[in-house]
């Protein structure tokens, strides 16, 4: 006999349905310790990168992103944070098409990075990375559109009827924040839809990060006050953004 293989650690990943793929195109499927050689570099680069041209080659659906990162970096040049631990908590989620480890900046910053499996191989999520949303947080909150736009938030729960909405028997409020932006405020959805069942974080989690449409109220009396119209994505991550 030779010596006895240590025992393999098994990782339960859910079901995930097979990735649509065009004729010609296959999506490479990796192992963790492949996964974790290539993007380790990968994330390296992208948080070193100066520019918007040193990020294009990392990220998945460039010619989506490139028009996003100018509006965000009309100089093209682009804050590097670096990167100081890859995998803080050693552990790789698989979800879909993506997988996501936790990774600290040269700032300290512990925050999760995802990567997408694509036909040009490992690529970045920018926009979960910068929770980008279709419009800035200060404008929706000044313009008051009343067409739903998408943003990435943090969603909690918490009771608050006022001004616009104070009947709590028709309506539940959440708070949401936006990344970076100080002020939060209370997106409104029916009590008890399905939507909001959908919304409602389990009772020990305080904080969940969600992709969510929101508008205002026609003639909005507040600008702290939304309608919550639908959920996008139950995390920061879009997995079905369509690359044109």
Not at 13 to 35: A, I, M, S, Y
Not at 119 to 131: F, N
Not at 152 to 181: A, M
Request: hydrophobic share 35%; charged share 25%.
């Amino acid at each position: 006999h030779g010596a006895s293989k240590p025992p393999a650690t098994v990782v339960s990943k859910p079901k995930v349905e097979p990735p649509v793929v065009k004729p010609g195109e296959t999506t490479k499927v990796l192992g963790d310790v492949e996964f974790a050689a290539l993007a380790e570099p990968m994330a390296r680069k992208f948080l070193e990168a100066k520019s918007i041209d040193e990020i294009l080659p990392l990220v998945r659906n460039p010619l989506v992103a490139e028009p996003r990162m100018k509006t965000l970096y009309p100089d093209r040049s682009t804050p590097p944070v670096g990167l100081d631990q890859f995998n803080t908590d050693s552990e790789i989620v698989h979800e879909g098409e993506h997988l996501t480890v936790k990774v600290r900046t040269k700032n300290f910053d512990e925050r999760n990075l995802t990567f997408f499996n694509t036909p040009d191989g490992l690529k970045i999520d920018w926009e979960s990375w910068v929770t980008w949303s279709e419009m800035p947080w200060k404008d929706f909150l000044a313009k008051k559109p009343v067409e739903p736009a998408v943003f990435r938030v943090t969603l909690s729960q918490q009771e608050y009827y006022n001004i616009g909405f104070t009947d709590d028997s028709k309506w539940q409020s959440y708070q949401l924040s936006c990344p970076g932006q100080e002020k939060s405020i209370y997106g409104y959805v029916e009590r008890n839809s399905a939507l909001d069942q959908q919304l409602r974080p389990p009772s020990d989690v305080k904080l969940t990060d969600l992709t969510l449409k929101l508008r205002f109220p026609a003639n909005a009396r507040s600008d702290n006050q939304v309608l919550i119209e639908g959920i996008v994505s139950e995390s920061w991550v879009i997995e079905t953004e369509t690359s044109p």
